[in-house]
């Protein structure tokens, strides 16, 4: 962030070099999902940077009523990066929403509550930094079909990676290479047909901003993933709505289909978001201590006992689709048993290996990209700070391949689990709450909760599917 400009000063030097014709300004909704609205170069002004510009928030789901629909977005100039999609030059700024009512940030915006948390910390005498390191999994098909009525409901998701397509009669002849279920972790190429496509992703990546590390095909038939550099709490956020627009539009370029749904396709595994977290003060990483399991500090142990101990109300936020219960499920690399261990990645948290003062942090791995990247670091981080707070103990270390525990065996050694649905994680939230209020207000949170029923729980528990018309058709 701020490697394009520093000030409105420079804003402007910069889009006169770059001829810029127009500025897209973007802000973030509920579920993670960018909106803009774009104005000519030449309407937009220094006191406009400023002081911001006026919406309809009416508009946007679970926001504002009509009778209080003025709200303005309030551009935050360094996040300015140039659009490498659009026909004419134009610049994206990232903005925050202010309430013209309340006068003061937003208290429905994402990122204005990301902004909050960051606060918090500070003023709790905690620390002063907290790095944030997300992974996000994807998919590529090249077609998508859906179709959802009274009476038929399917879909259909293809991809050429797909062992389906064996048999297929294809153009230019079926070469027969492809990954297989659970058999797509580094493969080279012509097995790893993504090679091109991700290297286009890491290259347009970079000229938005982002520091890329790596690019692979991931374990799932048509699965990838795309590793950038870790940021602080709202600067990793941005960069996961960066990260996931370049993604989706140059697959859409290229005559295929982005995914960063948990869990698209049944039997093989899904897509997380592995979140990666340390909290820092006066320059001094407070999760270490040489020596410790994992060199692992006592507070980063409190830190994930409160991430652990408010699972339920986390997972409303990390783990935010009725999809995303599918992922967790055993059998495909998706931890839902809360706790922790080094190097092993059957736990819900694992400590990296290897990991001297600079780099050591844990790695929670049930978080999934539905989550929005602005509240899933947010809650994290106040339910790790609530943690410290009480002195909350985590279960473990567990060492041992906990894919393999049967439910009688969890049962028994008393180790807490993820919730099972969206409805288990929402009444968890609607429970347990007290410990984002020093952020939140209870009005977001009565939003959200309201919102999730309504275009989540509801509509999918009314639906019948496929395989309940087939499993109950004829009894």
């Known amino acids: 962030m701020g490697k394009f400009v520093k000030n409105i000063d420079e804003f402007f030097e910069f889009c006169k070099e770059n001829e810029v ?126 179709k959802l009525a009274a009476n038929e409901s399917s879909y259909r998701l293809d991809t050429v990676d797909g062992e389906w397509n064996d048999d297929k009669d294809m153009e230019f002849g079926n070469m027969g290479h492809r990954a297989r279920t659970k058999g797509g972790y580094f493969p080279v190429m012509p097995i790893d047909s993504g090679v091109d496509l991700r290297a286009e992703m890491m290259q347009v990546l970079e000229d938005v901003g982002l520091e890329v590390v790596l690019g692979h095909h991931e374990v799932a038939q048509g699965q ?68 410790e399991y994992g060199n692992l500090s006592e507070m980063a142990l409190h830190y994930l006992g409160g991430i652990f101990k408010h699972a339920a109300a986390v997972a409303a936020f990390t783990n935010p689709s009725t999809n995303s219960y599918k992922r967790l499920i055993p059998g495909f690399e998706a931890p839902s048993i809360l706790t922790y261990s080094s190097q092993n990645r059957s736990a819900s948290c694992r400590i990296p290996y290897g990991a001297g003062q600079m780099a050591t942090r844990i790695e929670t791995r049930f978080p999934d990209s539905t989550s929005c990247p602005y509240l899933c670091f947010a809650v994290l981080m106040l339910a790790g700070l609530d943690g410290i707070k009480n002195k909350y103990i985590p279960v473990g270390p567990m060492d041992e391949d906990l894919f393999e525990l049967s439910l009688d065996e969890i049962r ?41 029923f309504e275009r989540q729980i509801w509509p999918d528990e009314a639906r019948p599917t496929p395989f309940e018309i087939r499993s109950t058709y004829s009894c």
Not at 235 to 261: P, R
Not at 425 to 434: M, N, P, V, W, Y
Request: net charge negative; proline share 5%; charged share 25%.
């Open 412 to 452: 028994e050694k008393r180790i807490p689990q993820m919730p099972h649905t969206l409805r288990e994680a929402i009444e968890g939230l609607i429970a347990d709450h007290d410990f984002l209020m020093p952020v939140m207000t209870k009005e977001f949170i009565d939003t959200y909760q309201h919102y999730q």
């Open 21 to 146: 014709q127009f500025v897209d300004f973007r802000f973030t909704d509920l579920k993670g999902m960018w909106h803009h609205v774009s104005y000519r170069m030449s309407a937009v002004s220094a006191d406009m940077l400023a002081n911001g510009l006026p919406f309809d928030g009416s508009s946007i789901e679970a926001w504002q009523p009509i009778n209080k629909s003025d709200m303005v977005l309030k551009p935050d100039v360094p996040t300015a990066f140039l659009d490498p999609f659009t026909a004419d030059s134009t610049i994206i700024i990232i903005c925050d929403v202010y309430d013209i009512y309340k006068n003061g940030l937003y208290e429905k915006c994402p990122r204005s509550i990301a902004k909050k948390a960051l606060q918090h910390l500070e003023s709790a005498g905690i620390g002063d930094a907290a790095y944030f390191g997300p992974e996000n999994e994807f998919f590529i098909f090249e077609d998508v079909k859906i």
């Open 224 to 291: 990838h993933e795309i590793g950038v550099k870790f940021g602080t709490l709202v600067e990793a956020a941005d960069n996961v709505q960066k990260l996931k627009y370049v993604i989706k539009m140059v697959a859409h370029l290229n005559g295929k289909s982005a995914t960063f749904m948990p869990k698209p396709l049944y039997g093989d595994n899904g897509n997380g978001m592995h979140v990666h977290q340390s909290i820092w003060k006066d320059g001094a990483n407070l999760f270490y201590k040489e020596g």
